[in-house]
């Protein structure tokens, strides 16, 4: 049977243009001009879909959902909004509003975007309770359980924000596994770790034969992830010329491989993490505007661990798991006061050490190696990231050598032994390091 939609739009020629485009591809279509008739049109049929804009005479499309997450929790809803109207959707998106569609939008974009919608299943409006995974009581983690759980119940495109080891890459795998839309591949790359000349190849794909050293067909990230979920770590690391390129396939779905006669369509939802402050990087112009209000269908934002002090001894016992004797109050004490410019990811490593030394004792202070507390992370919180960490107080009598040989070492433990990402916190490049590495013996 086909699948019923009704259509919410003041303006003639735009439900016109959907409603034809849509009975081709032989859906049931209704139209109406305003929240109130469709409110009644609903009452009378059953539907399938509602797709609305949101400004309209009456009741606007805000309202219109409202009343219908109210009534028909699971029906699915579209909004449609005029370019400027970010504001609006992220507004709808938190009313519940599955995706939105950017008027005019190409029939390929239109068929399918509601062919995704009529794929979710009803059972979405039940909700992942706790998302926990992400451990924390305080209310600034709340929050981003919260759009968490937004981010999985629709599909928007989503850009996380949070210094480094804050749980960006936890957040968006999360989002990934609760999914409404669900299953799909999740296809994670690091934009930092990619050399600018390959980013064609790697995103797009390509024909073997098409350059020198194209030995056989490659798919690219692009249709690796069509289906599922394309998630971009260290986006500030693109250069916007790629950006631009990026932002094309987000409006058409396109994607022509490198070499290829033709292009193919894909559906990728996109993720996008960032350890700067978006703001900062459109002043710059190291991040494109109109990227950004794309990918920001949802924002979140993750807060440092020294903004959310109070989750520290949950987030401890976490770490230590079950077993062993937990912590000795001095210890919670010390945890608690220390600085931690890797935030959670940090306090996972200390706490892990703590009780491999502490074996089936209580966890106390001298099994803490807080040794990095003379590093903090600037305060400005937004704007960071390994490479903004400063030193202050160094300990007396060290010499420069054993303070550089120490900074190394930790940057590679910051990065999980990663050398590109540590060279870039050390704001060197990758062959100092090497030689340096070779130098302090760390090779
Ligand atoms: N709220 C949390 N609860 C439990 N574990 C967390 C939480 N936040 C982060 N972690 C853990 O901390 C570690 C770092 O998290 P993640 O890799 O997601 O950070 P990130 O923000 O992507 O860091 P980077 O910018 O350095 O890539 C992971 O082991 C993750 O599981
Ligand atoms: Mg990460």
Redesign the pocket.
């Known amino acids: 049977m086909a699948s019923k939609i009704l259509i919410v739009d003041d303006e003639p020629s735009a439900s016109e243009y959907l409603r034809l485009l849509l009975e081709q591809e032989k859906f049931e279509v209704r139209t109406t001009g305003n929240g109130v008739e469709a409110l009644i049109a609903l009452e009378t049929n059953p539907f399938d879909l509602v797709i609305s804009d949101i400004r309209m005479p009456q009741m606007d499309g805000l309202e219109l959902l409202d009343h219908l997450k109210q009534r028909w929790p699971d029906l699915p809803v579209i909004v449609l909004t005029a370019n400027e109207g970010i504001e609006d959707v992220v507004q709808a998106i938190h009313l519940g509003a599955l995706n939105y569609l950017v008027k005019p939008s190409s029939p390929a974009v239109v068929s399918e975007a509601v062919k995704k919608a009529l794929r979710v299943r009803p059972s979405r409006g039940v909700e992942p309770p706790l998302v926990s ?4 009581e305080s209310p600034a ?1 709340v929050d981003v359980r919260h759009r968490v759980v937004m981010a999985a119940r629709s599909d928007v495109h989503v850009i996380i924000t ?10 968006s795998r999360a989002i990934h596994s609760y999914s409404a839309v669900g299953g799909g591949p999740f296809v994670a790359h690091n934009c930092a770790l990619s050399p600018p000349e390959l980013f064609e190849s790697e995103f797009f794909g390509h024909r073997r034969g098409s350059f020198t050293g194209a030995e056989r067909d490659h798919s690219g990230l692009l249709r690796q992830a069509d289906g599922g979920v394309l998630f971009l ?2 986006l500030e690391t693109m250069l916007p010329a790629h950006q631009a390129k990026l932002l094309r396939v987000i409006d058409d779905g396109e994607v022509r491989p490198v070499g290829a006669e033709q292009s193919q369509r894909v559906s990728v939802r996109f993720l996008a ?1 960032t ?1 700067r402050d978006p703001a900062i990087m459109m002043q710059e112009r190291t991040l494109r505007e109109d990227l950004y209000y794309r990918l920001r269908g949802i924002e979140i934002r ?1 807060p440092t661990l020294s903004q959310r002090l109070d989750d520290i001894p949950l ?1 401890a016992h ?1 770490f230590a798991g079950t077993g062993g004797g937990g912590f000795t109050p001095d210890a919670i004490e010390a945890l608690m006061g220390a600085e931690w410019a890797g ?3 940090q306090l ?1 490593n200390v706490v892990q050490g703590a009780k491999a030394a502490a074996g089936d004792g209580k966890i106390g202070v001298g099994h803490l190696s807080l040794q990095s507390a003379g590093w903090v992370s600037r305060s400005d919180g937004g704007e960071s ?2 490479s903004s960490s400063g030193f202050q107080g160094a300990p007396r009598g060290v010499t420069l050598r054993a303070l550089e040989r120490w900074a190394i070492q930790k940057a590679l433990e ?1 990065c999980e032994g990663n050398r590109t990402r540590a060279a870039k916190s050390l704001d060197i490049d990758r062959s100092t390091l090497r030689r340096k590495l070779v130098e302090f013996g760390l090779d």
Not at 162 to 171: N, R
């Open positions: 995974e992400l451990v924390g983690i949070g210094d480094t080891g804050t749980g960006k890459e936890l957040v770590d260290e993490a350890n993750l987030l976490h935030n959670v990811r996972r990231g390994a910051d």
